[in-house]
């Protein structure tokens, strides 16, 4: 592809027809990419399109199968990520790098020759240093623990400047921020460039990307299919580069019609009181209170690690409650097992699907009748019905756009889009009064998010409650009627999507606004609402 930068900038790296594959599966086909001093590139794609493998040819943990990189013009090889980093060139990826126990400053200095034999005080005059100087404030002695997901992103950020980094190349890193931090990194990263940092950045946030690029490479199916920029360009046609095709969603406005309050149905969970242990024994939920009608989808945002995955795995039976109780249409249902709350009704869309939802070694079909094989029409007494099996294979993969060979491929070569649609269609197969879906379109890609929130929407309007749990607050608005935040195992506050105020939003999750004033903010629900 012909370079369309301004030129006069040399560039400070070029890809040039890297291919990597892995195995059968080419991740990047012949792609190249230029990253010019002084501006942010942004890289975009759906899942799969091989965004983190190029930019890990980059920064040198994967070395490809085909093609050049050139460091200011001449053909270099780096051995790996610190041959890399020695060379200017520092990664943020999507699982951090740090060292729990370790402080900021120790983390800096980790890996550096000298180590933690270095003077700390030095270093930590310097990070503060750097930290004000490009809004990454963290304190340099606190220990990596004690951060916020975005206080550690900081200082990795920070880590690869300390390093002396000329190129930083960020992967999907606004994904675990709040809306502020979001805000604050964009203008972190702006200020990174106009210093004369090259930046890369990865988002699927068109919004975000718009917002802070300079340049913008599109990545479809492992090959480059467009470069433009924020000028000329805009969400739909990026969204249509991405897929490669108009998507429905950006088409009509996305948000459901939020209903007055007053025309949903009877209550159809309760929950009083519930506290819950986390898996390091601390409480993870510590009194929460939520009421859900029949026809009403309640979001719940929060920051990951709030307790979004215990209040899921409480009502769904799979972790026990310490106490308070929890109420399906108006029956007592604590300490049920999981099998019991699926006959009363209760669908459950898990976090991790692969482990607690399906089983990649198994084919479609076996995924499809995983709960319900040993139950008519599926069995007849100790025998299976191949014909019932194979009938409603074939069905939840036509109705739910699931894009497999056929109901003998095997769950595991799927992509995670299409195994998630199967997973999501084989529990609403049986119209569940209530469906707890934690995180249902993470990692799935934009046309299978398309697919999944058209189903969802399907539900609601059955009549169906739907307790959605997502980090992703642009789903919140668009599939919720109410949004309640949860922090540090509490609610916050509870708002109407429809008039809900995206700053106060973010507020909450970040644990600014307590529960006292969620009363008086824009949007926000009575309480016992
Ligand atoms: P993106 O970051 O755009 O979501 P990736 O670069 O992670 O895409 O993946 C591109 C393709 O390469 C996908 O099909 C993915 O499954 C595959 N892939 C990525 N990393 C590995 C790996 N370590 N082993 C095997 N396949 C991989
Ligand atoms: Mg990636």
Redesign the pocket.
């Known amino acids: 592809m012909e370079e369309t930068g301004g030129g006069a900038s040399p560039a400070a790296v070029e890809l040039r027809g890297i291919t990597k594959r892995?195995?059968p599966?080419v991740?990047t086909d012949s792609v190249d990419f230029v990253v010019h001093p002084g501006e942010v590139h942004a890289l975009v794609?759906e899942?799969?399109?091989?965004?983190?493998?190029l930019m890990s040819v980059l920064a040198g943990l994967y070395r490809p199968d085909a093609g050049l990189l050139l460091l200011g013009g001449v053909p270099t090889v780096f051995r790996s990520p610190a041959d890399a980093m020695a060379r200017g060139i520092g990664m943020v990826y999507q699982h951090f790098m740090l060292v729990e126990p370790f402080t900021v400053a120790e983390n800096v200095l980790l890996g550096l020759p000298g180590g933690l034999r270095l003077e700390t005080a030095a270093v930590e005059g310097e990070l503060a240093e750097l930290g004000e100087r490009y809004g990454l404030a963290v304190n340099p002695r606190a220990a990596v623990w004690t951060l916020s997901v975005g206080e550690q992103q900081r200082v990795e950020i920070l880590r690869l400047l300390h390093r002396g980094a000329r190129v930083l190349v960020l992967d999907e890193p606004t994904a675990v921020l709040t809306p502020q931090e979001t805000a604050g990194l964009l203008r972190t990263l702006r200020g990174l460039a106009a210093d004369g940092f090259a930046v890369v950045f990865i988002s699927h946030k068109l919004d975000e990307v718009l917002a802070v690029a300079d340049r913008i490479t599109i990545?479809r199916r492992?090959r480059t299919v467009a470069a433009t920029t924020p000028a000329e360009t805009d969400r739909r046609t990026l969204a249509r580069l991405m897929v490669g095709r108009e998507l429905a969603a950006f088409v009509e406005r996305p948000a459901a019609e939020p209903r007055p309050e007053h025309t949903f149905g009877a209550p159809l969970l309760e929950i009083r009181g519930l506290h819950v242990a986390g898996d390091n024994r601390l409480p993870a939920l510590a009194g929460v209170d939520l009421r859900l009608r029949a026809g009403e989808t309640l979001g719940i945002a929060g920051v990951a690690g709030n307790g979004q995955r215990e209040l899921a795995e409480a009502v769904t039976g799979l972790r026990p409650v310490a106490a308070g109780s929890i109420l399906i249409d108006g029956e007592e249902t604590t300490g049920l097992e999981p099998g019991a709350l699926a006959r009363l009704g209760v669908a459950h869309v898990p976090e991790d699907r692969l482990a607690t939802g399906l089983v990649p070694g198994l084919d479609l079909a076996d995924n499809a009748v995983l709960r319900a094989y040993d139950r008519p029409p599926f069995s007849q007494g100790p025998f299976l019905v191949p014909g019932a099996i194979a009938g409603f294979a074939d069905r939840l993969i036509a109705e739910n756009e699931v894009r497999a060979p056929g109901r003998t491929a095997k769950l595991g070569t799927l992509s995670g889009g299409n195994q998630q649609k199967l997973l999501l269609g084989r529990e609403l197969a049986g119209e569940p009064s209530l469906i707890v879906a934690v995180h249902p379109t993470r990692g799935v890609d934009v046309a299978a998010t398309e697919t999944i929130h058209r189903r969802l929407r399907e539900q609601r309007a059955r009549g169906a409650a739907t307790l959605l749990i997502s980090e992703d607050l642009d789903e919140l608005l668009a599939l919720a009627d109410r949004i309640a935040v949860l922090f540090e195992g509490k609610i916050v506050g509870t708002v109407f999507a429809n008039k809900a105020d995206i700053e106060h939003l973010g507020l909450l999750m970040a644990g600014l606004r307590g529960r006292t004033e969620a009363g008086r903010a824009p949007g926000a629900v009575p309480s016992g609402g």
């Open positions: 892995f195995g599966v991740a794609g899942n799969g399109a091989g965004k983190s493998t990545l492992g």
